[in-house]
């Protein structure tokens, strides 16, 4: 006989994975500035600023759809997001480096520690283990 398992709600997510989970949306809103910003300053031309902008657009509607994964205890969010991670890190030494990139690198590296943190594992293989993959309601988290 299976054991019961509580519904996943915003109350029995830990707090490190949900902070986590901020910081990963906070990261994807504050990217989508940059290429606006470029544009205005005119340190882009159109066309690179949209041809980015498009790119960039595809990453932050991954890394968001992710980030509420990870608080439905999705195994796969957390695996999205950590090659994303891997990829910001590694696109950081072929940009401009401003205070709005130097923020969105502080909080991915962030979001990314929290979300492999002792007790965000825990719910994780928790939520994955109980055989009920069905994703919890939005109104739920």
Same mark, same amino acid.
């Not at 915003?10 to 989508?32: D, E, F």
């Given at each position: 006989?299976?054991?019961?398992? %509580?519904?996943?709600?915003?109350?029995?997510?830990p707090?490190?994975?949900?902070? %986590?989970?901020?910081?990963?949306?906070?990261?994807?809103?504050?990217? /989508?500035?940059?290429?606006?910003?470029?544009? !205005?300053?005119?340190e882009?031309?159109?066309?690179?600023?949209? !041809?980015?902008?498009?790119?960039?657009?595809?990453?932050? !509607?991954?890394?968001?759809?992710? %980030?509420?994964?990870?608080?439905? *205890?999705?195994?796969?969010?957390?695996?999205?997001?950590?090659?994303?991670?891997?990829?910001?890190?590694?696109?950081?030494?072929?940009?401009?480096?401003?205070?709005?990139?130097?923020?969105?690198?502080?909080?991915?590296?962030a *979001?990314? !520690?929290l979300?492999?943190?002792?007790?965000?594992?825990?719910?994780?293989?928790? /939520?994955?283990?109980?055989?009920d993959q069905?994703?919890a309601?939005?109104?739920?988290?």
């Amino acid at each position: 006989m299976a054991h019961p398992v %509580a519904p996943r709600t915003a109350s029995n997510v830990p707090k490190v994975l949900r902070t %986590a989970s901020y910081l990963w949306l906070a990261s994807a809103i504050l990217a /989508c500035i940059q290429p606006v910003i470029f544009l !205005v300053t005119r340190e882009a031309s159109v066309l690179v600023v949209l !041809v980015g902008g498009l790119f960039l657009l595809l990453f932050t !509607v991954v890394q968001i759809r992710a %980030a509420l994964g990870l608080l439905r *205890g999705q195994l796969w969010a957390r695996v999205v997001l950590s090659i994303l991670a891997v990829l910001a890190i590694g696109g950081v030494f072929s940009i401009v480096l401003t205070p709005l990139t130097v923020t969105v690198l502080i909080l991915t590296i962030a *979001g990314s !520690v929290l979300m492999w943190m002792p007790a965000s594992t825990g719910y994780m293989r928790q /939520c994955g283990s109980s055989g009920d993959q069905a994703p919890a309601r939005e109104s739920q988290l």
